[in-house]
């Protein structure tokens, strides 16, 4: 049984940094591409980033380019986000996900073509 357990959220002022962490257990986790997903009260859960089986290939959300960086350690089964220069916007309970597929040739920002999920970690940013 595939877990995903994340951990690092937590309250920080604007313009700080938090580093979220994501361990996968139960699984191949080096063949799989995995992602961030993050969701507010009241508003679907959306794509924040996804780094590919290989790290080779990441994709961002707009609305984070350039101040968060997910990268993975294959040899310790675990993904972060690096998420520096917070807002207030950035307040969520964030999420890692693992792709459905093994070796996808591509980066997918579609919650669909991700089926295991961690619990969450919730993200606080103050103004």
């Known amino acids: 049984q595939v877990q995903l357990v994340e951990s690092g959220g937590g309250l920080v002022q604007a313009g700080g940094s938090l580093r979220l962490s994501c361990a996968a257990s139960?699984?191949?986790?080096?063949?799989?591409?995995m992602g961030w997903f993050r969701q507010v009260p009241g508003k679907e859960r959306e794509f924040v980033a996804t780094?590919?089986?290989?790290?080779?290939?990441?994709k961002y959300a707009d609305s984070v380019k350039g101040r968060f960086t997910i990268s993975r350690d294959n040899a310790k089964d675990t993904v972060y986000l690096q998420m520096n220069s917070l807002k207030p916007d950035d307040t969520a309970v964030y999420y890692c996900?693992?792709?459905?597929?093994?070796?996808?040739?591509?980066?997918?920002?579609?919650?669909?073509?991700?089926?295991?999920w961690g619990q969450g970690t919730q993200v606080t940013v103050s103004s």
């Open positions: 996900a693992r792709d459905s597929a093994r070796f996808r040739g591509s980066t997918s920002t579609l919650k669909a073509d991700y089926d295991y």
């Open positions: 139960g699984g191949t986790f080096f063949s799989y591409a």
């Open positions: 780094i590919a089986w290989s790290g080779g290939t990441t």
